[in-house]
């Protein structure tokens, strides 16, 4: 699951930029290999998350889901690590760990806090 959502949530980002993603592109923003990617890529179109031939890759409408609900819990969890006066370097590094781990409910009442401060 982690791994599935660190795919589509760094996937659907370069899509918005730039319109296209390369697994060279994939390979170097995961720091993996080449080989890595396209094992992952195959997973995850095996799970109905992308959709790719040899000239693109993209998101299915479940890709997309995920990838929003990843982006949301990564901003929702960093703000809040800032708030709290972490430093912004420790705060990434954090966010990773705890993202992939948080309930729903967790993450509801910390954008609840987060909209109050």
Do not use: W
């Not at 969890?77 to 409910?105: K, Q, Y």
């Amino acid at each position: 699951m982690e791994l599935a959502e660190d795919y589509t949530e760094m996937i659907a980002d370069y899509l918005e930029e730039k319109g296209a993603v390369r697994v060279c592109e994939i390979a170097k923003e995961m720091g993996v290999s080449h080989v890595s990617v396209l094992k992952a890529i195959k997973k995850l179109t095996r799970d109905g998350l992308l959709m790719e031939n040899h000239q693109s890759i993209a998101l299915t409408q479940s890709g997309r889901e995920m990838a929003a609900f990843s982006k949301r819990k990564h901003q929702t969890l960093t703000s809040f690590l800032l708030l709290l006066g972490v430093p912004d370097e420790i705060a990434a590094v954090d966010v990773e760990g705890i993202e992939h781990r948080i309930s729903p409910e967790t993450l509801t009442a910390i954008e609840d806090f987060v909209k109050k401060v």
